[in-house]
């Protein structure tokens, strides 16, 4: 079994790029453009505004948009027990992988696995429960790389 570390930073960043471009192409564009157009949205109402109701959504919509571009940020920030360092025990076998973290030990079939998606630095394995596992490709051997992308293609 391989010994992986998966580091506060390794974690962040894997955080951030699920967060702008793990849920398709729809979701990125709306999240990466979607904040400064309300905000800019909200600098114009507030700019032409003639009723006080009107300005009043106008700040809604700066403070919408400013928390909207923060979010992800937020987040780290407030949830930091997601980020925390953790050490794992991992072995890909040919028809599972066996997660040992402590005295628990977790067995996954693939026919468990959703999907089995490769991005530039790690593979995402998504669960049918909506769980996520992310193994760092830098952490992995050549056959369970091999095994992974065989599995993607399926």
Known sequence: MNNQKIT????????????YFG???????LRIV?????LIMGFYMYM?????????YSGFMMF???YYLLKPFITILTQKAWFKNFDHNYHIESDK???????????????ELEKV???KTYFVLK????????????????DEIDILSRLKKN
């Open 8 to 19: 506060q930073s390794e974690k962040i960043k894997i955080f951030l790029n699920e967060y």
């Open 23 to 29: 849920y398709g192409t729809y979701y990125s564009i």
């Open 34 to 38: 979607a904040g400064p157009l309300i």
């Open 48 to 56: 032409n505004g003639n009723s006080k109701p009107g300005i009043s």
């Open 64 to 66: 919408f948009g400013v």
């Open 97 to 111: 992988i066996i997660i040992q973290s402590g005295k628990s030990k977790s067995e996954l079939d693939y026919s």
């Open 117 to 119: 998606l490769k991005r």
């Open 127 to 142: 669960t049918k429960s909506k769980q996520g596992i992310y193994l760092p490709i830098k952490n992995l051997e050549t």
